[in-house]
C-alpha cells in the first residue's frame, strides 16, 4: 500500500508541542497508510515521542529550528525564517516529499505559505479554506473563509466546483446542493458580486446549485456548500462563535443566580455539553485550503491531540479519493 | 407642549391590525404628547379601535383601501398601489402632516418608501436602517442592515456619525465608541471598502472611533455603533437570529431527549426563557431609517403591541432631541 506522507507542524497552536505531537502518533497508530513527519525542534519533539509508543518507522521528526509565531506578520515571518518548522513543512509538500501539510499555528502565514511555497493547482484562481461548520442536518462546507478578499466571480464559481468535490468525495454526501450567500432568495437581490455570480452558477452542469441562502438559514442546514467570498465567510464563522459563546455564557449565569436555576443546572449539564460539542466548530477538525499542489490543512489554533489526528486521516481520505485530480479535471472544463 | 404625530401602518405585520392598533392606542394613553395616525381600511381599524378605551383626540384613523404584502416587489408595490396604508402613511410623513412613520409592513416596500416618498435630508447620500442588537453590554446599533449594498466609503463615514448621533441622544450613551467590521484588528486588514473608510473614521473629529471590531466581539459588546455595509449588516444579523434559533431548538430537544434532562429542564425553563428575552432582537423594537426627512421605523414583521408602542414612543424621543437637524449640522461639516 502506498503511504500517505503528512507533515506536521509539530511547534504550531496554542497547544503545541503536546497535543500535536500526541495526535500525530495516534494518527499513526490508527491507519497504516500514514506516515508522519514531525517538524520542529528536534529535542522538544523527540522528549514528547518519548512518551509514546509507536511505529517508529512512520513517525519521523525532521528538525527545524525556528517557530513562527501567530502574531507575525505572515509575510514577512515566511520570507525571514527559512527554517522554522511553517516553512520547512511546506516546503516538504513543494517538493513532492510529502503529500499534505497539517499545522494548528498561524492561519495567516498557512494561507500565504500554501499560496507562495506549495503553489496553485494549474487553472485555480485563488485557493478558498473551507472549514466545516456545524448545522442541524450535518456539517456543511464554508468556502471561503480565508485571507484574501474581494473576489471575482469567476473564483466563486471555482469555489463551488471544488467544494462540491470535497464534500461528494470527502464527506460522503452525494450531489452537495450548493448555495450562494445572499441577503434574499430572488434572484436579483445582492451585491454586484453576488449578482455576476449568480447565473455562472445557474449555468454551471457539474455543481447541484439550490440558489441563495440567507445567513439566517445556514445553521438549519438548508445547503451542503455554501459559497461567499473570504470577507462574507469570516463574518459567519466568526458569529457562529461569537452568538453561541455569549448565548451559553448568559443562559450558565442565568442559571447560578438562583437555587431553582441551579439544581436544574446540575440535571441539564450533560445534556448542555452535549449539545455545545454538536456546534462547537472545533469538532470538526481542519479546514482545508484547497486548490493547492498538495494539500493544506489548518486546524483550529486550540486545536487537541483528536483534531490532529483527525486532520491527518483526513489528508489519507483526500489522497486516496484523488481530490486534487478531480479538482484539476473540473477546473479545465469551460463553461 | 407640541404633540408628535405618527403615521402607523395599522394593516402591516403578521399581527396587523390587532396588535398594531392594541400598541398606538397604548402608546397615546402612556405619553400625552403622542398623536398617533393610524392608516388602514377604515372599517377593520374602527372595528379594532372599538375594543378600547382611548384619548379619543389623538388617535385618528385615516382610510387607505389598500395594502402593500410583503411579498410584493417594493418599487412596482408604491408605484401602482397609491390608496395603500403604507404609502398614504408615508405621504404624511412626507407632508408634514406627521412627524414620523411606524409599520411592521413590508421591509423592501418601507425601505423604498422611506426613500422615494419622504426622501432624504439635505447631504445624506443614503439612509442607513439601523437596527439595536443585543450585546452582553446591553444594545448595540448596527449600521447599515438595509436594502441599499456596495455603499462608497463616504457612506459608511455618514453611518458613523448619524449612528452617534442616534446612540448619544436616543439610548443615552455619552460618546458612543464607534467600530468598523472587519476581519481582523489590524487597520491593514480588511477589503477594499473597509481599508478606504479606516482613514475617513480615524481622522473624524465628531466620532469616537475604537477601530476594527471583528463579528466575533460584537455579541461581547466592544463597540456601541457598528459601522459595515448593508450586505455585511444584514449577514450580521441575520446570524444573530440563525445560531441562537438553532442553538435553543438544539438545547430544548436535548432535553426532551431523557427523563433528567425533562425534569431539569422544567427547573430551567424560566432562566431559559428569561435569558432568550435579553438576546429576542424583537425585544428592541424598532429599527430607524437615518437620514429621512422625518422619521420612518421600521419594526419587525412579528411584532407584538408592546414593539409598537416603543416604536411610537421612540418617535417622541427622537423629535424631542432634535436628531434630524443634530444630522443636519454634523453632515454638513467638512472633514
Redesign the interface.
Known sequence: MEKVKVAVDAMGGDNAPLEIVKGAVEAAKESAAVEVYLVGKKEVVEAELAKYEYPKERVVIVDASEVIETAEPPVIAIRQKKDSSLVKALEMVRTGECDAYVSAGSTGATLVGGQVIVGRLKGVERPPLAPLIP??NGPALLIDCG?N??ARPSMLLQFAKMGSIYMENICGIKNPRVGI?N?GAEEEK???L?KETFPLLKNCPDINFIGSV???????GVADVIVCE???G??????????????????KS??M??T??K??????K???K??LK??DLEEYGGAPLLGLNGLVVKTHGSSKAVEIKNSVLQCVTFKEQRINEKIKEKLSVQD
Open positions: 448545522t442541524e485571507a478578499v474581494d450567500v441577503i445582492g451585491n454586484q453576488v440567507e445567513a439566517r438559514d445556514i445553521p438549519l473570504a470577507f462574507t469570516n463574518i459567519i464563522l466568526k458569529m457562529y462563535e461569537g452568538v453561541a459563546g455569549t448565548l451559553l455564557k448568559q443562559i442565568g442559571l443566580s438562583c431553582r436555576g439544581i436544574g443546572g446540575l440535571l441539564v450533560p445534556v448542555l452535549e449539545t454538536q456546534f
